[in-house]
């Protein structure tokens, strides 16, 4: 069966402090599919990242990265010196074929504080 | 731009009436489409799979009855909540599976 996790429920930093968002997956596929998305409070899903299985190189983006690691089946998120309008629930998904439908963790809020 | 559209962004309908919510794909052609819905502080629940020119494909536990779904062209799907309740007010995602799994501003539906 495949599964998303991310322990993290809530977490509230201040601003320009890093954090990392977790995420652990789980699946037998050996092709899969990882995302990233931001879910600001206008409800509208922002995608930021996807990965396939066999791409383990880690990403920058600006002030993301992004750190896959299939020995340990994670996908974990770091956004560095935070900033208020990085408040928002995130969502890391699955999905083991292009095309297919996604999985979701439980997604972890976000808050940023000034 | 946008490349997915859903329309109403948000709806109040009394409790046993029925409410329509369209999903556009503005840029593809879209065989496929997915419906997803958000319970507050929830995750994103796949509902169904809308397929172009045949019956959509339920996930277990929602009933099909309740939640029709039509994919009349390989660019609009429609989701009709049917004698709607209190307990089907929520946030209804669409999306369509290429790349970046695009998705729909979302609806959200409240029903009094």
């Known amino acids: 069966a495949q599964k998303v996790t991310q322990a993290q429920t809530e977490i509230s930093v201040v601003e320009k402090e890093d954090v990392t968002l977790d995420c652990v997956y789980e699946t037998r596929d050996t092709t899969y599919y990882l995302f990233w998305y931001k879910q600001p409070p206008s409800g509208e899903l922002v995608f930021l990242i996807r990965?396939?299985?066999?791409?383990?190189q880690n990403e920058i983006s600006g002030r993301y990265s992004w750190n896959f690691q299939k020995s340990t089946s994670s996908f974990n998120f770091t956004i560095t010196a935070s900033q208020v309008v990085d408040s928002a629930v995130y969502f890391c998904?699955?999905?083991?074929?292009?095309?297919?439908?996604?999985?979701f963790g439980q997604g972890t809020e976000l808050s940023v504080k000034p | 731009g946008a490349v997915v559209s859903q329309h109403p962004s948000w709806v109040i309908c009394k409790s046993g009436t029925s409410v329509k919510i369209e999903c556009r794909s503005l840029d593809f052609q879209a065989t496929t489409m997915f419906w997803y819905r958000q319970f507050p502080k929830q995750s994103l629940m796949l509902m169904a799979t809308s397929n172009e020119g045949s019956k959509a494909t339920y996930e277990q536990g929602v009933e099909k009855d309740k939640f029709l779904i039509n994919h009349a062209s390989l660019t609009l799907s429609t989701l009709t909540v049917t004698s709607a309740h209190p307990e089907d007010s929520s946030f209804y995602i669409c999306s369509v599976p290429l790349y970046e799994q695009y998705f729909g501003p979302g609806t959200r539906l409240t029903v009094t």
């Open positions: 990965r396939n299985s066999f791409d383990e």
């Open positions: 998904a699955l999905v083991y074929n292009q095309g297919g439908k996604l999985i």
